[in-house]
């Protein structure tokens, strides 16, 4: 229970020392939906390990934003090759 406190105070100190630091979204009620898709080697190729089939994995991005502001966000490494 200990770091459980530890924890909760090093979060308060955060919150406290972060009060006027924040991200203002101003919604755009024109605009729609909007998704944006990457998908690259990000960083799983490296040219020592080419050989290895675990090593060519590729991460997929997007992002999905409504009104101009972001509502998920995701990043993963695909399981296929």
Same mark, same amino acid.
């Given at each position: 229970?200990?770091?459980?406190?530890?924890?909760?105070?090093?979060?308060?100190?955060? &919150?406290?020392?972060?009060?006027? =630091?924040?991200?203002?979204?101003? #919604? *755009?009620?024109?605009?729609?939906?909007?998704?944006? +898709?990457?998908?690259? &080697?990000?960083?799983?190729?490296? =040219?020592?390990?080419?050989?290895? #089939? *675990?090593?060519?994995?590729?991460?997929?991005?997007? +992002?999905?934003?409504?009104?101009?502001?972001?509502?998920?966000?995701?990043?993963?490494?695909?399981?296929?090759?």
């Amino acid at each position: 229970m200990l770091s459980h406190e530890k924890a909760m105070k090093r979060i308060g100190r955060y &919150f406290l020392g972060t009060q006027g =630091k924040c991200i203002i979204f101003r #919604p *755009d009620i024109k605009s729609g939906l909007d998704c944006y +898709v990457d998908s690259d &080697f990000a960083d799983g190729w490296a =040219k020592a390990d080419a050989d290895n #089939p *675990d090593n060519v994995l590729s991460r997929t991005v997007f +992002v999905i934003f409504y009104a101009k502001c972001p509502l998920v966000w995701a990043s993963r490494i695909q399981t296929e090759i």
